[in-house]
């Protein structure tokens, strides 16, 4: 009996799903782990002993799924990224595991609180916003839909930096996330590879009378992998995110060290650290940085090398069939370089003819784009990529001479054409276009929305589309709705899961069945009450963290995003000055109160946006201290936006902000989320508010602004900002009111040169929009006064946003691009 107790016990150390088994490991892992014991346990060391109790078990079905994609050699798609904004893991991963309740109640046992554990986590911002948390929700949607899957990426020492507000202005602290370790992953320290840089090539004959390219470089950095297990929501299964470091290969020159030269010694170890040392704090924009380009280029070739040897060692499958083993997507054109560091690999160290190499990355590589901004855009001057990759260059050229080549047999004498495909821009400084290397080195092409694919086909990949229109497709994001729903907003998932019964979380289509309690008054009073507390929830945290006072039964109407000139934060600062001025001038104008709730990083080095943060902030000094508006209108910026953050506002929102210039917001996920949780957006014809307009109704969707189109006609015919001010007084008071340095203690020079810049340019048509925008809150104000509307509307954006799931999307991206399949385990 004794015995069968204990090999019962033994059975679930470490995998144990009840309270009891729970309780005895944490405490286990606090005294073996930690080496503490509760009276002394900082809340670190008791969320680190929490944090290993729940990896031990996911790491059980992490093993599982490994061995049994290893059995069955089942095709496996790896996500390349430059970034992975995942967010805090704890708190996702009991809601995988399913025992959130369970670990609640071990803790209480213990007079421990889950939240304050929850809270002491450190996030993992390994990105700069929508294109990192879209691989993020990707590679948790494909854990839960069991498809094999590897997310490749960097190890970033220091993430996207933590934003202070101080005196208005945004200060970056470094992002030391992990000063107290990661209990998440698992260092492999026998999973590396040396990655050259630098140098030049050498041709020679080898043994057998080949000719072949030898790269003598200039030094070597070791790439060591480091594991984190990606669960499925409740499912047996777990995924891997694999991300390198880069490391000295000596950490130590004791030739250096014996003459004497102790920093010497290490300098070698310094730079090559550098590499993965810091994320660039960039979004949408390229900047030509030599330690960019080596950031990219080491975690592609550890990716490649890493993809080939986990191939190898399958019996009886050689190089040849890499394509079938898998499907690469290219994130951005960040991994591009994949394609020139296949073929290297294939024909340099493999031996493989050119012919056959191209046919193999031809048919591995997948690519989706990400935006249509020029200066997102990557181009890397061809003296750096000598410098750097001497045998990638020569390996581009020849890629690019025989696909000219091809495209001159079809279009005899287009010099048009061969110029605008080419992989090199000889226009101005010679360059190599990545999008254009990415489009000739895959099979499949994709944008994220309708109209940005629309949008690509039609002008910035339009040469490629005429070449290979069947390579093209549109694949509109999701995101997830464990983390941005489930987790975000307990409250609500309860009221639907007992409306609706569970399972709707993995079949979101299943939420249309709200639509038939959208008018129940009494299902609406209690979708308000959640929407209420969410409110308050958020307003708590902005007391905190910003020092504003925000009531509850106000509208929260909120923008959260980086801020960018083209998602316009400043065309609603313009709007909020408009609004204080009409309050100013008419004290009993009526008036559904409401604060403008603002949050968003912007690139360090961007001028501009770094003003527009300051602008609102000063806008919302003023406001919130003037009594005479302030019990009606306030704005609150809150500091340092992240994934941890966009968790407490999105279930607190009434209206959703997606403001941006139509045609230059590739898709756009916020929006999405927003909706998820039941707010209403107000937003132009851009991105995928087109296709969230078309689900949840139009009846139930703010629009307002000029079309992608009519963008571009205007713009045809010559736009002329300054006559819109002329003609609109309430424009031309909000524009006088700034330029005045009302805001600001009189300084009329701080946003001197962002009102000329409007005055003058305005490159994202803030004036065009401008009315119709403040017109259309004038609908949103009205629309919100009507309580019943307000709540159907609310409603029905949430029972019509399932398409919107990272859950459809992948199984699109399985379907119609990866062709692979789940495995069940
Ligand atoms: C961003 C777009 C967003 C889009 C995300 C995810 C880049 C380069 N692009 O509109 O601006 O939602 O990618 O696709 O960060």
């Not at 008791?46 to 996911?58: H, N």
């Not at 507000?165 to 996330?177: A, R």
């Not at 490391?247 to 030739?255: H, L, P, R, V």
């Not at 307000?790 to 199984?811: E, Q, T, Y």
Request: hydrophobic share 40%; with cysteine; aromatic share 10%.
């Amino acid at each position: 009996m004794a015995k069968q107790a204990s090999a019962r016990l033994a059975d679930t150390v470490r995998t144990g799903l009840s309270v009891g088994e729970i309780k005895r490991d944490f405490l286990d892992n606090l005294r073996y782990i930690q080496a503490r014991f509760p009276e002394v346990a900082s809340s670190n060391d008791l969320y680190q002993a929490l944090a290993y109790t729940v990896r031990d078990r996911l790491l059980e079905r992490w093993v599982r799924a490994a061995q049994r994609y290893r059995e069955t050699a089942a095709r496996t798609v790896c996500y390349l990224s430059a970034e992975f904004l995942l967010g805090p893991h704890l708190g996702a991963n009991l809601l995988s595991l399913g025992i959130s309740g369970e670990v609640r109640a071990a803790l209480d046992e213990l007079g421990l609180s889950l939240d304050r554990l929850l809270a002491e986590e450190e996030e993992p911002g390994l990105g700069n916003g929508g294109l990192g948390r879209l691989a993020a929700c990707y590679m948790e949607s494909m854990a839960t839909l069991a498809v094999p899957a590897i997310g490749y990426g960097i190890r970033y020492e220091f993430g996207i930096f933590d934003q202070a507000i101080c005196d208005g202005w945004q200060v970056e602290l470094t992002d030391k996330w992990l000063r107290y370790g990661n209990p998440w992953e698992i260092p492999r320290p026998t999973i590396t590879f040396d990655v050259k840089f630098g140098g030049h090539t050498e041709g020679f004959v080898d043994d057998e009378g080949r000719y072949r390219v030898r790269w003598i470089p200039e030094r070597e950095v070791r790439g060591m992998a480091y594991d984190t297990p990606i669960h499925g929501y409740r499912a047996a299964s777990a995924n891997l995110l694999r991300l390198w470091t880069a490391q000295a290969i000596e950490s130590f020159d004791f030739q250096a060290f014996n003459v004497g030269d102790y920093y010497g010694a290490v300098d070698a170890k310094i730079r090559s650290e550098t590499i993965s040392k810091v994320l660039y704090p960039n979004d949408e924009t390229a900047l030509g940085k030599r330690l960019r380009l080596a950031q990219q280029y080491f975690f592609v070739s550890c990716s490649l090398r890493d993809m080939i040897r986990i191939h190898l060692q399958v019996p009886g499958k050689g190089i040849d069939s890499f394509h079938e083993k898998y499907a690469v997507q290219l994130n951005d054109t960040h991994p591009a370089l994949s394609v020139a560091e296949l073929m290297r690999l294939l024909v340099d160290e493999h031996l493989l003819p050119w012919e056959q190499a191209w046919e193999i990355t031809r048919n591995t590589f997948c690519y989706t784009n990400h935006t249509l901004l020029p200066e997102a855009l990557e181009c890397w001057p061809l003296p750096l990529l000598k410098q750097v990759l001497p045998r990638h260059l020569e390996i581009i050229f020849e890629i690019n001479h025989r696909f000219l080549n091809d495209v001159r047999m079809r279009y005899p004498g287009d010099e048009r054409r061969i110029a605008s495909v080419s992989l090199i821009d000889e226009s101005g400084e010679k360059t190599v276009r990545m999008a254009n290397l990415a489009c000739v080195g895959s099979r499949a092409i994709n944008g994220v929305a309708a109209l940005h694919t629309e949008l690509l086909k039609a002008h910035v990949l339009k040469d490629f589309h005429a070449l290979w229109p069947e390579r093209f497709s549109n694949k509109t994001n999701g995101v997830t709705p464990r983390r941005f729903l489930q987790l975000a907003n307990p409250e609500l998932c309860a009221l639907i899961s007992e409306t609706l019964g569970e399972g709707w979380v993995t079949h979101m289509e299943r939420l249309r069945g709200l639509e038939q309690h959208a008018s129940d008054t009494g299902f609406q009073a209690r979708w308000r009450a959640i929407k209420r507390s969410n409110k308050a929830r958020l307003a708590d945290y902005i007391r905190e963290h910003a020092g504003i006072e925000l009531d509850s039964d106000w509208i929260f109407d909120v923008q959260v995003k980086r801020i960018h000139e083209y998602k316009r934060q400043h065309l609603s600062a313009l709007h909020i000055v408009s609004l204080y001025q009409r309050l100013k001038q008419d004290p009993r104008l009526e008036f559904p109160p409401r604060v403008f709730i603002f949050g968003g990083k912007a690139a360090p080095g961007y001028f501009m946006a770094k003003r527009i943060i300051k602008l609102i902030n000063d806008i919302a000094t003023v406001v919130n201290a003037d009594k005479d508006v302030n019990q009606r209108l306030r704005v609150a910026f809150v500091p340092n936006f992240c994934v941890k953050v966009s968790e407490i506002i999105y279930p607190a929102a009434d209206v959703s902000e997606q403001i941006s210039t139509a045609g230059k917001e590739a898709s756009g996920t916020g929006n999405m989320k927003f909706a998820m949780n039941g707010a209403v957006t107000i937003g132009t014809l851009d991105g995928a508010n087109i296709e969230i307009r078309d689900q949840v109704g139009e009846e139930n969707f703010f629009l307002f602004g000029l079309t992608a189109d009519a963008v571009r006609t205007e713009k045809e015919k010559g736009y002329r900002p300054r006559d819109v001010y002329d003609a609109n007084p309430t424009l031309k008071a909000a524009i006088d009111l700034i330029a005045s340095g009302h805001f600001c203690g009189g300084d009329r020079a701080l946003y001197g040169g962002m009102i000329e810049g409007l005055m003058n340019h305005d490159p994202y048509m803030l004036f065009a929009d401008f009315e119709a925008y403040a017109r259309c809150h004038e609908d949103v104000g009205r629309a919100y006064l009507d309580t019943q509307r307000w709540s159907k509307m609310s409603i029905l954006n949430v029972a019509r946003i399932g398409m919107f799931s990272s859950d459809r999307a992948i199984r699109e991206y399985c379907d119609e691009i990866w062709r692979v399949r789940p495995v069940i385990v």
